[in-house]
């Protein structure tokens, strides 16, 4: 009985520890781009005026972009 | 009686075991039925009855020695993200991104030193270098923050000489033309701005701007990129999406290849909730007028740059091959022999058959 109990733990884990490999490798996020862009448009946001806050949110735009366009083809 | 009691006594000691016998084999169901579907990690080349859908077969990469001393590995973990490429007659210089550092390499083996590195000066913290092209004239220039067009002195020193009249991420060099990957371009416009001797920035290529609802998409679907070559066809295509390559040739006429993505091959990337295509991570024209194409072999880490194929210019996949460990960048191609900067920062060589 208590090497069943075991036999079920080990084979659980087993496959626990196999669906969080396969479903955290799967897709690669990209969190540093977007929490970069997230700080960014935090940071455009307390511009002072309209048109500055909005040439601030673009160039996040043009970074988040360039930041994803580095991590295909540089890393 | 007796035989009676015996009887029972064998049926409830066969139920027991009947019991005790499924409950072992089920506690092995759960991790079983979860390896037949997720795979369990397997080298070993699954058969396919499609041609087309066929896993290729794996190849291992032989590191270079002579790219592989402390100083070296040193040198490629400090170039991080790659901002630029550029063909020599002997190899390749690459540009890193942000760390300020071009680095030359001697693929041929005809320099004592295989590798020199040049420290960039002049260079403002926090600003990105992109692209590495060189005019006829020797010049070195790059896209220094996005806005203008640097020089790059053969002592190392960058210095912005022209302010950009668009936005780009990008330069590259064919021939006497100065290519600029525009940031931003308007829905149906192209990606490439092109420039030959004195005169002024025009839009060329047949790659149009896709339109999307938000900037955001728009930027990203839009990322264009362009690769090397050592023949007279350099191949430029869109980052994400579908693999739309197209070909320029020495007289700055372009053309479209319809260059597939074999099934199982190409990567994704994510970004909260919205997933990717990566079409090809980087392009490559040989002396003998093939393209050799690097992409993944699926989503995520263990699978980025380890798909290598050989196409021809009609597009036509003529083979490919798995690599055992990814590569960031083709470098160079002679004769089959694929010259690769790999992620684990060296220089491989692999066949390509």
């Known amino acids: 009985m208590m090497m069943t109990r075991i036999g079920k733990f080990v084979s659980a884990s087993i496959l626990v520890g196999t669906m969080a490999v396969a479903f955290t ?3 690669p996020s990209y969190a540093g781009c977007t929490r970069k862009f997230a700080d960014c448009e935090q940071d455009a946001s307390e511009e002072r005026t309209f048109m500055a806050r909005v040439i601030a949110g673009a160039d996040c735009l043009l970074d988040f972009a360039e930041c994803v366009r580095i991590k295909v083809i540089g890393l | 009686m007796r035989s009676a009691v015996t009887g029972r006594c064998f049926a409830y000691f066969f139920m027991i075991m009947v019991t005790r016998i499924y409950r072992y084999t089920l506690s092995f169901l759960p991790p079983l039925v979860a390896c037949f579907l997720i795979g369990c990690g397997s080298d070993t080349p699954a058969p396919s009855s499609e041609p087309g859908s066929l896993i290729p077969a794996l190849a291992h990469v032989a590191v270079l020695t002579r790219f592989s001393g402390q100083e070296a590995q040193d040198a490629f973990a400090e170039l991080g993200a790659l901002g630029g490429r550029l063909l020599t007659r002997t190899g390749v210089q690459l540009l890193g991104a942000k760390s300020k550092l071009l680095l030359d390499l001697d693929l041929k083996g005809t320099r004592p030193e295989p590798l020199v590195v ?20 020797g010049r070195l220039w790059t896209v220094y923050g996005r806005t203008e067009l640097a020089r790059i002195s053969a002592q190392g020193e960058v210095r912005a000489v022209e302010q950009l009249p668009f936005s780009a991420y990008a330069v590259y060099s064919w021939r006497e033309t100065l290519l600029a990957q525009v940031a931003r371009s308007r829905a149906g416009e192209s990606p ?5 001797g004195a005169g002024g920035w025009q839009s060329v290529g047949p790659l149009k701007t896709r339109k999307h609802a938000s900037n955001r998409e728009s930027l990203l679907w839009n990322t264009a990129h362009c690769g090397a070559s050592r023949a007279d066809l350099l191949p430029c295509w869109f980052l994400l999406g579908e693999p739309s390559v197209v070909l320029v040739d020495t007289d700055g006429n372009w053309t479209a290849c319809p260059l597939a993505l074999p099934a199982g091959a190409g990567g994704r990337v994510s970004d909260t909730g919205n997933v990717y295509p990566i079409s090809f991570r980087d392009l490559f024209v040989s002396e003998k007028g093939e393209i050799i194409a690097l992409t993944d072999t699926g989503a995520g880490d263990a699978h980025r ?11 036509t996949l003529l083979a490919s ?5 990814g590569a960031r960048q ?3 191609v002679l004769r089959d022999k694929v010259t690769l900067l790999l992620r684990d920062d060296g220089v491989g060589e692999v066949t390509l058959p």
């Open chain 2, 118 to 137: 040049t420290r960039l000066e002049g260079v403002a913290d926090r600003v990105k270098l992109g692209g590495l092209a060189v005019t006829p004239d």
């Open chain 1, 25 to 27: 490798s799967s897709t």
């Open chain 2, 305 to 315: 740059g380890r798909f290598l194929g050989r196409y021809s210019l009609d597009g």
């Open chain 2, 330 to 332: 083709v470098l160079d």
């Open chain 2, 192 to 196: 490439f701005m092109g420039r030959t």
């Open chain 2, 321 to 325: 091959i798995r690599l055992n460990q």
